[in-house]
DNA sequence: TCTGGGGTCCTAGGACCC
DNA sequence: TCTGGGGTCCTAGGACCC
């Protein structure tokens, strides 16, 4: 058995942890610039405002309805899921954090194999215990796989009588569920094949899971068809619980007002850069590429958009490297006269640091001392925050950057954005 | 005027090899 | 002149997830 665990409007709940005049409002979390609604209340989805909803859109609507509004804050929901992650880990040690507000986790054999306390108990139990410690509201489904598991977190969530958990196990029951069970929330089949799907007359999850396997496979490839093997109970996604290191990294964003001048968008290829180069150091990873890409996006009456890789000349993660790499990228795709919405690095072909290979040119005395610096640099970033130390390309303007509106403060990583320490200091 | 940011996996098709 | 068959590697694009 496999249980997953899902924190209810994640944001939105760890918005109203730290300012409880919040309970019962409705609540819209806004992503970055705050151009649409990344997370919802339920009582905003009540109100009918949907997920990805444009701001400038709904902004009349939410504030007709008394609806409060907060820019994203990350620091915040990071800090807060790694406090549900740590207690989650005293249920069981056999635990995948698949998100942000998501883990799977194995129930503990001791307990439930053993017959000491039912799975819907310990279910209970987690529920009760992730609230006392960090007041966020979570929802446990429990099931023999992984599919199953999230089909049973969404009754758990859906359907208040069971109160937040939900234990899926008997065929009868399976069969039940899924014969009222919309294709479309299955895990793994998303708006694309829901339509594909539909066309042959396929519209609940049980008539999925009856299909043939050569039909399957032909239609939907051999992902569709793990997921259909997983809605029969036959589990072929594993519990990843030894964390994988990452296959690529990526910095991108959005620019509120189009950037048309050279110089502001080199600083911001720089600075994005600059930021994966340290979550690479991070991670103790090495890349050999870089990869740039550039877009004026869908909305521009004028289109363009194209993206260059760069391979470095051996696998590196001093920043100074990887910003000259991913410069080098933007002169050959830059061209004069488009307003550009949005901009990324990602840097690909990543390696464990330890396994560097020096080129038969390579300055190894040199790269020891850059490494040094690097590890200085960051040591300072650290201390006093992102950018106190920062290579002069990623540049002081920052035209680019917009202050997000209305900003809850960083409760738990920040003393003194504390309401309480700073009531306690005057 | 204003529309998020990060990832993963799979497949098809082209280039190249013997 | 005729023009096989099997394999690998790489990339772009499509699908999905939160």
Same mark, same amino acid.
């Given at each position: 058995?496999?249980?997953?665990?899902?924190?209810?409007?994640?944001?939105?709940?760890?918005?109203?942890?730290?300012?409880?005049?919040?309970?019962?409002?409705?609540?819209?979390?806004?992503?970055?610039?705050?151009?649409?609604?990344?997370?919802?209340?339920?009582?905003?989805?009540?109100?009918? /405002?949907?997920?990805?909803?444009?701001?400038?859109?709904?902004?009349?609507?939410?504030?007709?309805?008394?609806?409060?509004?907060?820019?994203?804050?990350?620091?915040?929901?990071? %800090?807060? #899921?790694?406090?549900?992650?740590?207690? &989650?880990?005293?249920?069981?040690?056999?635990?995948?954090?698949?998100?942000?507000?998501?883990?799977?986790?194995?129930?503990?054999?001791?307990?439930?194999?053993?017959?000491? /306390?039912?799975?819907?108990?310990?279910?209970?139990?987690?529920?009760?215990?992730?609230?006392?410690?960090?007041?966020? *509201?979570?929802?446990?489904?429990?099931?023999?796989?992984?599919?199953?598991?999230?089909?049973?977190?969404?009754?758990?969530?859906?359907?208040?009588?069971?109160? @937040?958990?939900?234990?899926?196990?008997?065929?009868?029951?399976?069969?039940?569920?899924?014969?009222?069970?919309?294709?479309?929330?299955?895990?793994?089949?998303?708006?694309?094949?829901?339509?594909?799907?539909?066309?042959?007359?396929?519209?609940?999850?049980?008539? &999925?899971?009856?299909? #043939?396997?050569?039909?399957?496979?032909?239609?939907?490839?051999?992902? @569709?068809?793990?997921?259909?093997?997983?809605?029969?109970?036959? *589990?072929?996604?594993?519990?990843? %619980?030894?964390?994988?290191?990452?296959?690529?990294?990526?910095?991108?964003?959005?620019?509120?007002? *189009?950037?048309?001048?050279?110089?502001?968008?080199?600083?911001?290829?720089?600075?994005?850069?600059?930021?994966?180069?340290?979550?690479?150091?991070?991670?103790?990873?090495?890349?050999?590429?870089?990869?740039?890409?550039?877009?004026?996006?869908?909305?521009?009456?004028?289109?363009?958009?194209?993206?260059?890789?760069?391979?470095?000349?051996?696998?590196?993660?001093?920043?100074?490297?990887?910003?000259?790499?991913?410069?080098?990228? &933007?002169?050959?795709?830059?061209?004069?006269?488009?307003?550009?919405?949005?901009?990324?690095?990602?840097?690909?072909?990543?390696?464990?640091?330890?396994?560097?290979?020096?080129?038969?040119?390579?300055?190894?005395?040199?790269?020891?001392?850059?490494?040094?610096?690097?590890?200085?640099?960051?040591?300072?970033? %650290?201390?006093? @925050?992102?950018?106190?130390?920062?290579?002069?390309?990623?540049?002081?303007?920052?035209?680019?950057?917009?202050?997000?509106?209305?900003?809850? *403060?960083?409760?738990?990583?920040?003393?003194?954005?504390?309401?309480?320490?700073?009531?306690?200091?005057?």
């Amino acid at each position: 058995m496999i249980a997953l665990i899902d924190c209810n409007n994640f944001y939105a709940s760890c918005e109203r942890v730290f300012n409880p005049a919040l309970v019962n409002k409705l609540i819209v979390v806004l992503s970055n610039n705050d151009g649409c609604v990344i997370a919802r209340s339920n009582e905003a989805k009540a109100l009918g /405002i949907p997920m990805g909803a444009a701001y400038f859109e709904y902004e009349a609507f939410m504030k007709a309805n008394g609806v409060e509004i907060f820019s994203c804050n990350f620091p915040l929901y990071g %800090d807060m #899921s790694w406090r549900v992650m740590r207690t &989650l880990e005293q249920f069981s040690p056999n635990i995948e954090i698949y998100s942000i507000d998501e883990a799977f986790l194995q129930p503990s054999v001791a307990l439930c194999e053993g017959g000491l /306390i039912t799975l819907e108990n310990y279910g209970e139990k987690m529920r009760s215990t992730v609230f006392r410690h960090t007041g966020i *509201p979570i929802s446990v489904g429990i099931a023999p796989t992984k599919t199953l598991a999230k089909v049973a977190n969404k009754i758990a969530k859906k359907d208040k009588e069971h109160n @937040g958990v939900f234990v899926l196990q008997k065929e009868n029951e399976i069969n039940k569920i899924l014969n009222n069970f919309d294709i479309n929330d299955i895990w793994g089949i998303g708006r694309r094949l829901t339509k594909k799907l539909n066309a042959y007359g396929i519209y609940t999850a049980l008539q &999925l899971k009856n299909m #043939s396997d050569p039909w399957i496979k032909k239609n939907l490839s051999i992902t @569709g068809l793990r997921t259909v093997w997983e809605l029969r109970g036959i *589990p072929c996604l594993e519990l990843e %619980d030894i964390p994988t290191t990452s296959k690529s990294i990526m910095t991108s964003r959005s620019f509120k007002h *189009p950037l048309t001048e050279k110089s502001d968008l080199q600083e911001a290829v720089a600075t994005f850069a600059s930021i994966s180069a340290e979550k690479l150091r991070e991670e103790k990873l090495t890349a050999f590429a870089v990869n740039v890409f550039i877009t004026t996006g869908h909305f521009a009456k004028k289109h363009y958009g194209a993206s260059n890789t760069m391979s470095l000349s051996m696998s590196s993660n001093y920043s100074a490297d990887i910003i000259s790499s991913a410069l080098l990228a &933007l002169d050959k795709m830059y061209k004069k006269s488009y307003g550009y919405k949005q901009a990324g690095v990602m840097l690909v072909g990543l390696q464990a640091e330890e396994k560097t290979q020096f080129t038969l040119f390579a300055d190894q005395k040199k790269h020891e001392k850059q490494k040094k610096l690097a590890h200085s640099i960051d040591l300072v970033n %650290d201390r006093w @925050g992102r950018e106190a130390i920062f290579f002069a390309a990623v540049g002081k303007n920052k035209k680019w950057v917009t202050k997000p509106l209305r900003h809850s *403060p960083r409760y738990t990583t920040n003393w003194k954005e504390l309401p309480v320490a700073k009531a306690n200091y005057m």
